[in-house]
């Protein structure tokens, strides 16, 4: 099992920004690809960005592509998600997830911090 406990969430103005991090525990953290997930109210949950094991690849939904930044710290088995220019839309509950491998599901969630983003 790896638990994932998010922190850094909270509000701030629009053009603000926010640094989410998200510790794991319970397995080797760099065996695994780390990402974040977001649902807005009344919205799905929608993939957000994501870094493999060495931290080598990123990936990021179109909506946040220049603004945010994903990074990993092996060493202290922490994610991070380095969100500026924020937007009202980008409020949401935000969830780090993690998975072995690109051909499993993101079976590991944390329990979700929440981004207020005002206009």
């Known amino acids: 099992q790896v638990q994932l406990v998010e922190s850094g969430g909270g509000l701030v103005q629009a053009g603000g920004s926010l640094r989410l991090s998200c510790t794991a525990s319970g397995r080797t953290f760099s065996n695994y690809i780390m990402g974040w997930f977001r649902q807005a109210p009344g919205n799905e949950r929608e993939f957000v960005t994501h870094?493999?094991?060495?931290?080598?690849?990123?990936h990021y939904t179109d909506s946040v592509k220049v603004r945010f930044t994903i990074s990993r710290d092996n060493a202290k088995n922490t994610v991070y998600l380095q969100m500026n220019s924020l937007k009202p839309e980008d409020t949401a509950v935000y969830y780090c997830?993690?998975?072995?491998?690109?051909?499993?599901?993101?079976?590991?969630w944390g329990q979700g911090t929440q981004v207020t983003v005002s206009s």
């Open positions: 870094i493999t094991w060495s931290g080598g690849n990123t």
């Open positions: 997830v993690a998975r072995r491998s690109f051909t499993e599901e993101y079976n590991y």
